[in-house]
């Protein structure tokens, strides 16, 4: 992601995500890109599905946030 090489940092966080279903850290960094990449929408069901997951998730709080703020 710091190289801006985003479709490859979606395709690594989605693996990881694959790996572990239950990781709300790989699912906010794929809400995280896929904001980058200008999809708002997509980042916000991301972060909203890791905040059902685990309610008090404090970088879902934040990115949501953000997000909410941005719009």
């Not at 960094?29 to 997951?53: H, N, T």
């Amino acid at each position: 992601m710091k190289q801006d090489k985003l479709n490859e940092a979606l395709s690594a966080f989605k693996k990881a995500n694959a790996i572990d279903s239950n990781d709300t850290v790989s699912l906010c960094m794929i809400g995280f890109v896929l904001e980058k990449m200008g999809k708002s929408e997509e980042a916000l069901k991301c972060y909203s599905r890791a905040l059902k997951m685990s309610p008090g998730d404090e970088l879902a709080s934040r990115l949501l946030s953000q997000v909410q703020l941005d719009q």
